[in-house]
């Protein structure tokens, strides 16, 4: 079991609590990313930097998963992909997304691109809030304790 992170758009305090997990359940965790990162140096840590350009991360992350790795984003197509393969992905904001769930985001990601493109502006997320950050730790410690990882 592995942890995959889509790097490029993890939230700093989510990228501490996997380093602090990674570290406390000997848990090998890989940051993906089209940049280099700054992390600290662990054994069970890694960064891998891939080519600049659109979902190219994903594409990576997509393509190294296996069943029952753990990847944390909040692309909703690469939820897609990995729950076909699988894995697990839980989103930063410790939402755990499904079959069932990543078909009704997908559905609901389409039509907000339809709304932008005809010039309808629905702005973005909220930024990530402590109750987010809480519920992320608490699924991600759930998770490395259901698969042996305490």
């Known amino acids: ?8 758009a993890c939230p700093g ?4 609590i996997l380093l602090r997990a990674a570290e406390r359940t000997a848990t090998a965790t890989t940051f993906v990313a089209n940049k280099p990162l700054n992390l600290p140096p662990s054994r069970h840590v890694a960064s891998l930097q891939v080519a600049a350009g ?11 998963v296996a069943a029952d790795d753990l990847v944390i984003t909040s692309d909703i197509p690469l939820a ?15 939402e755990f997304h499904t079959a069932a769930t990543v078909k009704a985001r997908l559905n609901m990601r389409d039509f ?10 629905s702005g973005g997320p909220p930024p990530l809030s402590a109750r987010d950050r809480q519920a992320f730790a608490n699924q991600l410690d759930t998770y490395l304790t259901r698969m042996g990882k305490k």
């Open 80 to 94: 897609a992909q990995v729950i076909e393969k699988g894995a697990v992905a839980l989103s930063p904001r410790g």
């Open 13 to 16: 305090a989510i990228r501490d």
């Open 54 to 64: 659109f979902d190219i991360a994903d594409h990576e992350i997509a393509q190294r």
């Open 1 to 8: 079991m592995r942890i995959w992170v889509d790097a490029d």
């Open 112 to 121: 907000m691109d339809t709304l932008r493109a005809s010039g309808i502006h």
